[in-house]
């Protein structure tokens, strides 16, 4: 489907380095070694409420991944699904009483242009889930003949016994697993499944439930399995980086990893899994179910969207935090410290600061301190003619916040 239109990004003198970045799979920081095109695939959005900070702080750190792979000189391909049939989303439509198509087609719209607002590069397939489908069922006739996957009362299960790569991803206890899967959409107790942590690939027809034709009888996809078949079909196997926020290191990336290498008979299927931190309102995680939320749309109502992204910045991806009101604030009077900065005549050195910065931004996208780089080029005097333009280029560049 449509994606949404990206700023340009200015081109700087030289190149950066490769960022490394930590890969949850490996428990560790890592070079990325990307060919000449870069591939990430980002999970999307189950659009079924607004685009919360939450889901902006994740979409911002892959976005400055995005931009370091750019800087570096590599192109990027970048995929992104939307989950726009699941659980969820049928039980919002139905408790709203609005058709599910239609709230997803407008939560889809909302987080276009807030992703748009924000100055997030968008990805070069944006694929609804209603438009692969037909993806995710090759996909699991795939899995069939690989003897990977079971009938259960109509559904399809895929068998973990058949995975020789499961726990990879995550490296977590059984115990944990089987945890995360019960919060997470898994099903555990069903009866009849050969291990609780068997997961569903195909869910035969609910009554009252959309359903698509399949040879396993009519049903629509489970949730894993979506985003395996859209970033095989998209990117291939060995692909750069699989990314999303920490809540999905388990069960959803770790199960969508061993779809893809049954499937293909590769390993690894994604060469990288970042993860971004939490945002948290009031001690608990940002979520829709928990309704914590505060909406990205009446943040940038209110306040400059540079000054929203500025606020997610000023915290590392990695980090879980909590959201509170004065870091718009202190956000706000940030911006307004960098636009008269890159208003002067003259400045300290723009090369030192590009290298700085660069130099932050490649070591795990460290975006608090290339701000604090920033911050203290703002602050100094300096008769740099070129380095009002350069520092305003490069932060648009690399940090996406566009000073003019
Ligand atoms: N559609 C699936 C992925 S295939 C999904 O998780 N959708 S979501 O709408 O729940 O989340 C979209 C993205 O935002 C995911 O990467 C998720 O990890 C991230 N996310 C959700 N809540 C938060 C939060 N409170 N803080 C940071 N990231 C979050
Ligand atoms: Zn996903």
């Known amino acids: 489907m449509r994606s949404w ?89 139905a408790r709203d009483g609005v058709d599910w198509r239609e709230l997803a087609t407008r939560e889809i719209d909302l987080f276009r242009s807030d992703m748009q607002a924000l100055r997030i590069l968008p990805p070069d397939d944006y694929v609804a889930v209603t438009e692969a489908v037909g993806l995710v069922v090759e996909l699991i006739e795939r899995l069939v003949e690989r003897g990977a996957a079971y009938r259960l009362d109509g559904d399809v299960y895929f068998s973990m016994a058949a995975a020789p790569k499961f726990g990879a991803v995550s490296g977590y206890s059984p115990e944990t697993m089987l945890e995360l899967f019960a919060e997470r959409g898994g099903d555990p107790d069903r009866p009849g499944k050969r291990d609780p942590l068997d997961w569903i690939l195909w869910l035969a027809e609910r009554p009252g439930e959309p359903s698509w034709p399949s040879p396993f009888g009519p049903g629509r996809p489970g949730w894993h399995v979506e985003c395996t078949a859209i970033a095989l079909r998209n990117l291939g196997s060995g692909f750069d980086v699989s990314g999303g926020g920490s809540d999905l290191i388990f069960p959803h990336h770790e199960m969508g990893a061993c779809e893809g290498h049954v499937a293909t008979g590769e390993w690894p299927f994604a060469r990288a899994y970042v993860h971004a931190g939490m945002v948290a309102l009031d001690g608990e995680k940002m979520s829709k179910s928990r309704g914590n939320l505060v909406f990205v749309s009446r943040l940038r109502a209110a306040h400059d969207p540079m000054a929203v992204r500025l606020a997610l910045l000023a915290h590392h991806y990695r980090a879980d935090w909590e959201w509170t009101h004065d870091q718009i604030e202190a956000a706000e009077a940030r911006l307004a410290r960098w636009r008269a900065a890159v208003a002067r005549d003259a400045g300290p050195s723009g090369a030192a600061l590009l290298e700085r910065v660069r130099e932050r931004m490649t070591d795990d996208l460290d975006a608090p301190g290339a701000l604090a780089a920033f911050d203290a080029w703002a602050a100094a005097e300096g008769d740099d003619p070129g380095a009002p333009a350069l520092a305003a280029d490069l932060a648009d560049a690399l940090l996406g916040v566009d000073l003019r």
């Open 5 to 93: 239109s990206g700023p340009n990004v200015p081109r700087l003198p030289g190149t950066g380095a490769l960022p490394n970045v930590f890969d949850t799979a490996a428990r560790s920081r890592r070079p990325t070694a990307p060919g000449p095109t870069a591939r990430m695939y980002v999970c999307g959005i189950t659009p079924y409420d607004a685009t919360h900070l939450g889901h902006a702080n994740t979409y911002l750190a892959f976005d400055l991944l995005n931009r370091a792979w750019r800087d570096a000189g590599h192109e990027v391909r970048y995929t992104q699904n939307a989950t726009d049939v699941d659980d969820p989303l049928l039980e919002r439509a």
